[in-house]
T-cell receptor
Framework: EAAVTQSPRNKVAVTGGKVTLSCNQTNNHNNMYWYRQDTGHGLRLIHYSYGAGSTEKGDIPDGYKASRPSQENFSLILELATPSQTSVYFC??????????????FGSGTRLTVL | GEQVEQLPSILRVQEGSSASINCSYEDSASNYFPWYKQEPGENPKLIIDIRSNMERKQIQELIVLLDKKAKRFSLHITDTQPGDSAMYFCAASEEASSSFSKLVFGQGTSLSVVP
């Protein structure tokens, strides 16, 4: 099964501080994604990437940056963290078939609290 | 962009009975509809999916129905067991470019199966 590893598992940050969430996948998938999960909102896409060097804005990109320096690694960066960014963040990877169908393999999540 | 509505948000059923979760989408171009299950403290995992060229798909106790005309799809779990207790997410594909689709998730349904 696909292996997607996130770090850290838990993070407490202060308002205005910089936070970097890391994600590593070992399955050579082209696509990687960052989602946040909040009660009542489900999973919302923040940023995604087609491959090394590419990043694209998802549905809620404001306040976040992303970096894909290699096929394996995809980071999510909060330059100036705010309490509204307190959430559980999931990284995922996958490859799309000819019809656009794609199985996403999720990491274990990072619980971020911004005080 | 695509929006996916998922109902109900909370569902409680008796063990051995059936559970149904309903989703609706807006973009008639959506052609792929997966369902993910997230057990407490775990990451979401794909359990079943359906493409737009199908109306029904079954994997063991899981049945997915798709009504493209009404832009609705649903998950039915027959003979529910305590192990079915989890959060369930539906999703619909949205074309992000001519060669790439991304998923838009519903808000989630928390299913509890009680003895």
């Amino acid at each position: 099964e696909a292996a997607v590893t996130q770090s850290p598992r838990n993070k407490v940050a202060v308002t205005g501080g910089k936070v970097t969430l890391s994600c590593n996948q070992t399955n050579n998938h082209n696509n990687m994604y960052w989602y946040r999960q909040d009660t009542g909102h489900g999973l919302r896409l923040i940023h995604y990437s087609y491959g090394a060097g590419s990043t694209e804005k998802g549905d809620i990109p404001d306040g976040y940056k992303a970096s894909r320096p290699s096929q394996e690694n995809f980071s999510l960066i909060l330059e100036l963290a705010t309490p509204s960014q307190t959430s559980v963040y999931f990284c995922a990877s996958g490859d799309q078939d000819w019809g656009g169908a794609e199985t996403l393999y999720f990491g274990s999540g990072t619980r971020l609290t911004v005080l | 962009g695509e929006q996916v509505e998922q109902l109900p948000s909370i569902l409680r059923v008796q063990e051995g009975s059936s559970a149904s979760i309903n989703c609706s989408y807006e973009d008639s171009a959506s052609n792929y509809f997966p369902w993910y299950k997230q057990e407490p403290g775990e990451n979401p995992k794909l359990i079943i999916d359906i493409r737009s060229n199908m109306e029904r798909k079954q994997i063991q106790e899981l049945i997915v129905l798709l009504d493209k005309k009404a832009k609705r799809f649903s998950l039915h779990i027959t003979d529910t067991q305590p192990g079915d207790s989890a959060m369930y997410f539906c999703a619909a594909s949205e074309e992000a470019s001519s060669s790439f689709s991304k998923l838009v998730f519903g808000q989630g349904t928390s299913l509890s199966v009680v003895p």
